[in-house]
């Protein structure tokens, strides 16, 4: 007997992997584009870089907001905030080398992700439940992305093999066409793997989050014992405080998708505790990089750099102090795991206004240096 229920659904699958694929190859298209006008990539970086948000997370957004049927209303509250960022990315003179202008274009994307989880909420983004939807969505998409990456990387070391046989140097195709084409477009294909994989890939969730978060305390632990040990003055060197603050973002990214993975009627167990030392751990190194950076300020003064490290230090500290009381009070029986997931999505706002700021006023404020 044939089972005709299930032909909807491979339609339905198959027309939207027309539109899938079609948004991907029109992301790979944008990345493109500037080189039709004459803005090669090699020689126009810093313009690539600043609008790097843009070839793909408008098109992420589109589909989602296909995807959910989003109403005119909606779509037109999110695309507003994409013409002003492509605005604000595009219109200041920055001079050579600028420090805001790299600032503008790492915190964009923070500010756009949030757009993003709107239009993947659809009508529901005021509720915390879809908004860690959101999160552990982004995280498997994440997963997707790499493994899409390490599957593209085997290709292209296959390709560079086969044709360097018969002498041909097909590198040139790599750095200029298959690389930023291919890594672009990949985006699309990994969201929409996670939105229709969902099952699968939320098993992933738990698995990476119990391996990872006793790795990074344990990391953060032995980082600060041994400096406490040996004496060491206050992290005050640029580099270093750019990567531990790197860390500390990694920290703050792997507490959410545990957050994410985890089932908030069960009871406090082992894991949980291990979360709270992975906090506490990230919350006293977040500290020791808050006083690294007010020596930097005191010393050389105020730069867009130091500023921004400043921000989002605190802002981290914020976050990571109440984490680890909700936390606690979780393990004590005194609250439910709701309340710290609802701080913790709610704060995403938090993240996205600072980005809009270092977007819109740095520029302003420190002369476009």
Not at 83 to 107: C, G
Not at 134 to 162: C, K, N, P, Q, T
Not at 204 to 229: D, Q, R
Request: glycine share 6%; aromatic share 14%.
């Amino acid at each position: 007997m044939t089972n005709t229920t299930s032909e909807p659904h491979n339609d339905s699958i198959f027309k939207e992997a027309i539109v899938v694929f079609s948004l991907a190859v029109l992301a790979a298209v944008l990345i493109k584009l500037p080189s039709i006008f004459g803005y090669d990539l090699d020689q126009n970086e810093n313009l690539y870089f600043r609008n790097m948000s843009f070839f793909a997370l408008p098109l992420v957004t589109a589909y989602f907001a296909w995807k959910r049927e989003l109403k005119t209303k909606t779509i037109l509250f999110l695309t507003i905030p994409f013409l002003m960022a492509l605005t604000f990315a595009n219109i200041y003179p920055f001079e050579q080398h600028a420090d805001t202008e790299v600032l503008l274009a790492l915190h964009l994307p923070v500010t756009l992700w949030l757009l993003v989880g709107i239009a993947f909420s659809g009508r529901q983004w005021r509720q915390s439940n879809e908004r860690m939807n959101f999160i552990r969505f982004y995280g498997e998409s994440f997963i997707y992305y790499v493994l899409i990456a390490l599957g593209g990387g085997v290709l292209s070391g296959f390709m560079a093999l086969i044709f360097g046989t018969i002498d041909i140097d097909i590198e040139p195709f790599f750095e200029s066409w298959l690389l930023p084409c291919g890594a672009t477009g990949a985006i699309i294909i990994a969201v929409w793997l996670a939105e229709i994989r969902s099952n699968l890939a939320a098993n992933f969730a738990p698995v990476l989050a119990k391996l990872f978060s006793p790795l990074f305390a344990i990391m953060l632990i032995t980082f600060l014992g041994v400096m406490a040990f040996t004496g060491k003055e206050l992290i005050t060197d640029r580099e270093v405080l750019i990567a531990f603050d790197l860390l500390l973002i990694v920290v703050l990214a792997l507490l959410l998708y545990s957050i994410s993975a985890r089932n908030s009627e069960d009871t406090p167990g082992v894991f949980d505790v291990i979360q709270v030392v992975l906090v506490v751990s990230a919350l006293i190194a977040d500290a020791v990089a808050l006083l690294g950076i007010s020596e930097r300020i005191a010393e050389f003064g105020f730069t867009p750099n130091r500023v921004a490290a400043l921000g989002l230090n605190l802002i981290l500290l914020v976050n990571l102090i109440w984490s680890v009381v909700l936390y606690i009070r979780f393990l004590r029986g005194k609250s439910s795991f709701s309340v710290l997931e609802k701080w913790q999505t709610g704060y995403l706002t938090v993240y996205a206004a600072w980005g809009a700021i270092v977007v819109i006023v740095f520029p302003l404020l420190f002369g476009f240096e």
